[in-house]
């Protein structure tokens, strides 16, 4: 409250509402709130609630108006000597100036405290800034690292990769290779077949030499090409310089089976 300012306010704690139509007011120079006052000075011994002084007089506590009507204030000190009126007027100025006084000195205490509040809220968000700071420091290195790793993983694959790739050409390549020999070997063998088979196996001839469509002999024939009994295979037993018999090759498992082919 500011020396300007024309009213007061309760001196009950944690109320201080501004006063207006009627307040208590003490021997110890403090105000209170119709509300307040009646609940606290209803008893004896009256105890006043802003300084808990005993208030044990007659006119220790008095409930006054604020706003008198004209009437009142014109004979409220009619008849008193000038002495009196004075003494009177001084003393109700003490009172308003201390409850002024005191109006600053609350302002000022707060202002402290608030004051407090606020540096240690400063300082409390300085460490915690301080302490996010770090953290960010900390998440900048760490997204550093790993950039880095990732990077080196990158390098990594696509290192890989072109092996990878190097490795399916290859690989297409020795496919290409292996189905050209595969197939090479395959007709290479039906014609040693048809060379080195006696002549009741030979394939039938027209009159003009050329075979007849359709006619198989048992070593023309693809089965008997592919596989021999016991899984042997005819055309892989075949030597390249042919200086030897196909009979040769036979185990004597082959041997009796081609016996029992004769006879028949």
């Not at 009950?12 to 119709?34: I, N, Q």
């Not at 506590?61 to 004209?70: D, F, G, K, Q």
């Not at 990158?154 to 990878?164: D, G, P």
């Not at 395959?186 to 007849?212: C, L, S, W």
Request: net charge positive; aromatic share 10%; charged share 25%.
């Amino acid at each position: 409250m500011s020396l300007c300012e024309d009213f007061l306010l309760c001196n009950f704690p944690k109320c201080r509402a501004k006063l207006s139509g009627f307040a208590w007011v003490t021997a110890c120079s403090h105000a209170f709130c119709d509300q307040h006052g009646s609940g606290e000075f209803s008893h004896s011994p009256a105890i006043c609630p802003a300084c808990s002084s005993a208030l044990s007089g007659k006119l220790d506590i008095v409930r006054t108006e604020l706003a008198p009507s004209e009437e009142y204030k014109a004979m409220v000190l009619a008849g008193l000597r000038p002495e009196i009126v004075l003494d009177i007027s001084a003393r109700a100025l003490a009172f308003w100036t201390y409850q002024v006084h005191q109006e600053r000195l609350f302002q000022e205490y707060s202002l402290s405290r608030a004051e407090t509040q606020v540096k240690q809220a400063e300082k409390l968000l300085a460490q915690h800034s301080q302490s996010r700071e770090l953290e960010l420091n900390a998440m900048r290195g760490e997204i550093s690292s790993l950039k880095k790793v990732m990077d080196e993983y990158k390098r990594k694959y696509s290192e890989v990769s072109e092996r990878l790739m190097e490795r399916n050409r290859q690989y297409q390549k020795l496919q290409g290779l292996y189905d050209s020999l595969r197939l090479r070997n395959m007709v290479v063998g039906e014609r040693e077949g048809i060379r080195f088979a006696p002549p009741e196996f030979a394939p039938a001839r027209r009159r003009d030499n050329t075979v007849m469509e359709g006619h198989h002999s048992p070593y023309n024939s693809p089965s008997l090409l592919g596989t021999g009994s016991e899984g042997n295979k005819i055309f892989s037993i075949l030597e390249p310089d042919r200086t030897r018999s196909f009979f040769h090759f036979n185990s004597p498992a082959n041997s009796q089976s081609l016996a029992f082919v004769r006879k028949q």
